[in-house]
């Protein structure tokens, strides 16, 4: 352990995305936008060459030596170190293997704290990558540009976690604007920021977090990526991103019923996310309600990874004035988002509040969420 003080402080927000499910792996299109609960990290310096991560999120801690990197994620998930630390060490192995021999670390105590739920589909993960990416970027003067470190932040989480995610949550966490949207397009990594507006149209965005958890790097998030891969291949498409709607119906007659619907929901969430685009800049925000319906109904019935608590809280919002609603994340659990007009703020939570009471679920957390900026180095460090 050092005492030496810390040399700053860093940040990076989770996210919300407002439409664009699944489409990432598929080298599709996504609409997220980072959000005003961020994840820190105070940096210290160390003489060791030693890297020491801790949080105030849990008691478990890791210490390792730089040079020991490889070696611990010769394999993905190493079981020799909290499971947690694994996204933070992750991204110092990624950040070398990507700068290669322009860097020369040193050790260093990371402390990291975090406003972003976890497991409420605000990927809290990507959160955790992008602070410690830029700390670590900035310190041993890696020189990687944001769009640079959306990747390492997706290396770490693929090759040294072992989730098998697209690269939007770290796109969105590093490069998110106030009041605008990141418009992704997940093969070629070109972004464009899409001012939402939703200050001028007097719209909140409110997230409904079930509390009902998932894990994206086991169990269902795995096998429907595993399907849209299948699908891709029976259309002989590198990914879903070259299938297009109107080439669903031979999509029918050349795979299975249950890969059918899963390559069916990325082909026209794809187009959802277009159209979105296209509406927000023709129309505003206030005009994307059945966009975000739709693409719930996509999830919940040909992907299938709503669970009942999401589609409640989808019901719900809309019953008490919501504008549209949807899951959010990767599905399993976590949140749902509604858009609403800020004199409905308090007519949507009672009715979402009162439709989890009368199910019978655990009572959700809610609150809204403000369209923010990426990963910085905060301006008191």
């Known amino acids: ?32 936008f980072a959000i005003d609960a961020r994840t ?5 310096p160390r003489g060791d060459g030693v890297l020491r991560v801790r949080s105030s999120f849990d008691a478990s801690e890791a210490t390792v030596p730089i040079a020991d990197l490889d070696a ?4 993905p998930a190493p079981t020799s170190v909290p499971e947690w630390t694994t996204y933070p060490l992750g991204v110092a192995w990624a950040l070398l293997r990507a700068a290669g ?16 739920p976890v497991g409420a589909g605000l990927s809290s993960s ?11 970027n900035d310190l041993w003067e890696a020189d990687l540009s944001a769009k640079d470190l959306a990747r390492v932040g997706r290396t770490a989480e693929n090759d040294a976690v072992g989730a098998p995610t697209g690269i939007m949550d770290q796109t969105a966490s590093m490069l998110g604007e106030t009041d605008a949207a990141v418009f992704l397009d997940c093969r070629t990594l070109e972004t464009e920021v899409v001012p939402l507006g939703l200050e001028a149209a007097d719209l909140e965005v409110l997230v409904i977090d079930t509390l009902v958890t998932h894990a ?22 590198a990914a879903l991103r070259d299938v297009s709607v109107d080439d669903l119906g031979r999509a029918a007659s050349v795979m299975d019923e249950v890969t059918f619907r899963r390559v069916r929901h990325v082909v026209t969430e794809n187009a959802r996310v277009l159209d979105t685009v296209r509406v927000l800049r023709e129309s505003g925000p206030r005009a994307i309600g059945d966009l975000l319906l739709a693409s719930h109904a996509s999830m919940r019935d040909d992907f299938e990874i ?51 009471s009368a199910s019978g679920f655990r009572a959700p957390r809610i609150f809204t969420v403000q369209p923010s900026a990426g990963a910085h180095r905060d301006e008191t460090s």
Do not use: K
């Not at 021999?101 to 972003?116: E, K, Q, R």
């Open 216 to 237: 994206h790097s086991t169990g269902g998030y795995r096998e429907r990526r595993a399907s849209c891969e299948q699908g891709a291949a029976a259309m002989g498409a």
């Open 1 to 32: 352990m050092t005492d030496a003080a810390p040399l700053g402080v860093w940040s990076a927000p989770g996210r919300v995305n407002l439409i664009g499910e699944h489409t990432d792996y598929n080298d599709g299109f996504v609409l997220p």
């Open 101 to 116: 021999d322009a860097v020369t670390p040193y050790g260093l105590d990371l402390a990291i704290a975090s406003a972003v």
């Open 306 to 356: 709503s669970v009942p608590e999401l589609d409640t809280a989808v019901e719900a919002a809309m019953s008490g004035g919501a504008i549209g609603a949807r899951m959010t994340g990767g599905g399993f659990g976590g949140a749902a988002i509604a858009l609403v007009p800020r004199d409905r703020l308090h007519a949507v939570t009672d009715a979402v509040t009162a439709a989890f």
């Open 126 to 136: 990507a959160a955790i990558e992008c602070a410690v990416a830029v700390a670590l």
């Open 40 to 44: 820190a990290v105070a940096v210290a």
């Open 72 to 75: 611990l994620f010769a394999a």
